[in-house]
């Protein structure tokens, strides 16, 4: 059997959990310039593909209740 004092949570993990509680909104960091030059280089969305991603992401926007899939 284990120790009690074992599974006690030090005020050290409160204060860590408490802070990776928090909600931040945004981005983490802004890109690098190669990030944003490798983003302009990047070849366009076959439009097929596009739509259907525009599609998915209406249909999850609008699913009701958990697990259903119109």
Same mark, same amino acid.
């Given at each position: 059997? =284990?120790?009690?004092?074992? +599974? #006690? ?5 409160? =204060?860590?959990? !408490?802070?990776?509680?928090? *909600? ?12 944003? !030059? ?10 097929? *593909? !596009?739509? +259907?991603?525009? #599609? !998915?992401?209406?249909?999850?926007? +609008?699913? @009701?209740? @958990?697990? #259903?899939?119109?």
């Amino acid at each position: 059997m =284990s120790d009690p004092a074992e +599974n #006690k949570v030090t005020d050290a993990t409160r =204060s860590t959990e !408490a802070e990776d509680e928090q *909600v931040h909104t945004g981005t983490d960091r802004m890109p690098t310039p190669e990030e944003e !030059a490798a983003a302009e280089r990047a070849p366009d969305l076959d439009p097929e *593909v !596009a739509e +259907n991603y525009r #599609k !998915a992401a209406e249909r999850g926007a +609008n699913i @009701e209740g @958990e697990g #259903k899939i119109g």
